[in-house]
C-alpha cells in the first residue's frame, strides 16, 4: 500500500438539509493510485498480477483499427516517451529556460513518431488493475479473495473504449506465479498503458448522482431556501447553484473507486441488468482517467494541498495512472449482486 490520502470533509452534511437522502447513503472505497513498484503481492494499478504459471495468458482475437491511433507505438515506447517527459518536466522545474528537449529527447521523439509496424494477429491483454479483498472492500465470489481485471489496449468499435476481462481467483492456490507475462506488440496511443500504481484505499460516503434523484428529492435540492438556513455565502463559495454543488462535491466521488454510486456523465442512467439473470447490477471498480477536475477540486486529497501542488487544471490533472479513457472520461464496469461470476457490464460515463 502507498501512503495514505484523505478526503477532505464535505463542505456540509447534504442530509442535514435533506433527511431523505441519509437511507441513500452508499460506503465506496477511494483507491487513490499513485506511482510506486508493485508487486504480484500488492493491490495495485498496471503491476504484475499473481498469475498462475500453467495458466494461458488471455488474448484478444478480434479485429483492431489501424486508424484509430496517429502513432502506431509499443509498450517499451511508451514508457521512454514517458521518461523523457518526466525528465524534461524536472528540468524545467529546477530551470524554467533550460531546452524543453534535449537532443537525444527530439531524436528519440522523430524515431518513435514514425511508429511500428502494423500487427494483425491475436493481442495480449495487458494488466489494468489487481484487488486483494484484504486491502479493497468489494463483492467477492465465496472462493475468491483476489480480482485481476484485463483489457485490450484498443478501442472496439461496438465499444469506444477498452474492452475489459474479469478473473477472480483465491490467492493461497497460486503457487507457481508467471514470470514473464506476453505484451501486446503495439498498443493505441500510450493511453491505454497504465502506469504502475499502489493504492491508498481510503472509504468515503457517497449519494446518488442527481439524475438518479427522483423529482421530490430534485426539487428540494434546487430549494435555494434550504442552503439559506445554513449560510449562502458558504455554498456560493464552492458553486453557482445548489444543484452544481451537490453534483460536484456531495454525490459521487471522482477518480478510481470500489462500490458506491455510478457517476452519470454524459449519459443519462439507464437499465443496467444482468445478462445472466436479469438482475439489476451494481458499481463494481471505477477505471478513471483523473482523479478530480477543476468542478471537483474539494476532492483533491489533504496531503496533496499540503504538499504545495498547484491546483489542478484541466481533467488531465491527477491522472497518476497515464490512463485516458477517450477523452477524459470514466469507464465503470459493474457486477451482479446475485454471483459476481455472472458477466460484468461496461459504461464509459
Known amino acids: 500500500m502507498n501512503a495514505i490520502r484523505t478526503t477532505p470533509p464535505r463542505p456540509f452534511d447534504v442530509t442535514t438539509l435533506v433527511p431523505q437522502l441519509a437511507p441513500l447513503a452508499r460506503t465506496a472505497t477511494r483507491l487513490h493510485p499513485r506511482p510506486g513498484a508493485p508487486t504480484v503481492h500488492d493491490s495495485s494499478v498496471g503491476g504484475p498480477l499473481l498469475w498462475p504459471a500453467d495458466e494461458p495468458w488471455p488474448y484478444c482475437d478480434e479485429p483492431h483499427d489501424r486508424h484509430a491511433s496517429l502513432w502506431i507505438l509499443s509498450p517499451d515506447d511508451v514508457r521512454l516517451l514517458r521518461r523523457d517527459r518526466a525528465a524534461a518536466a524536472e528540468r524545467l522545474r529546477h530551470d524554467p529556460q533550460a531546452p524543453t528537449r534535449t537532443p537525444e529527447e527530439l531524436a528519440t521523439w522523430q524515431r518513435l513518431r514514425a511508429g511500428r509496424p502494423w500487427f494483425d494477429g491475436p493481442i495480449p491483454l495487458l494488466p489494468v488493475a489487481q484487488l486483494y479483498a484484504r486491502d479493497v472492500p468489494f463483492p467477492c465470489p465465496p472462493d475468491a479473495d483476489l480480482l485481476q481485471v484485463l483489457w485490450c489496449p484498443f478501442d472496439h468499435e461496438e465499444a469506444a473504449h477498452p474492452k ?32 504502475p500504481c499502489l493504492f491508498s484505499p481510503e472509504q468515503v460516503t457517497e449519494y446518488p448522482h442527481p439524475s438518479e ?9 434546487d ?25 460536484n462535491n456531495l454525490s459521487t466521488t471522482p477518480g478510481w473507486k470500489t462500490g458506491g454510486w455510478t457517476r452519470w456523465s454524459p449519459t443519462d442512467p439507464k437499465p443496467r441488468p ?27 486529497p489533504e496531503e496533496e494541498r499540503t504538499a504545495g501542488a498547484p491546483p489542478p487544471l484541466s481533467a488531465q490533472d491527477g491522472n497518476f495512472t497515464e490512463i485516458d479513457i477517450t477523452g477524459g472520461n470514466n469507464l465503470q464496469l459493474h457486477a451482479c449482486p446475485v454471483s459476481p461470476d455472472h458477466p460484468h457490464i461496461e459504461l464509459l460515463q
Open 164 to 195: 475489459t476481462a474479469l478473473f477472480w481467483r483465491s490467492s493461497a492456490t497460486v503457487t507457481d506465479v508467471l514470470d514473464a507475462p506476453p505484451e501486446p506488440p503495439i498498443v493505441q496511443h500510450g493511453c491505454y498503458l497504465p502506469e
Open 213 to 221: 434523484l427522483d423529482k421530490e428529492l430534485s426539487d428540494q435540492l
Open 223 to 247: 430549494d435555494e431556501s434550504r442552503w439559506e438556513t445554513i449560510d449562502p455565502a458558504r455554498y456560493s463559495a464552492y458553486a453557482d447553484d445548489p444543484g452544481e454543488l451537490y453534483l
Open 274 to 300: 444482468c445478462p445472466e439473470c436479469g438482475t439489476e447490477q451494481v458499481p463494481l471498480l471505477t477505471i478513471a482517467s483523473s482523479e478530480w477536475d477543476g468542478g471537483s477540486e474539494t476532492w483533491i
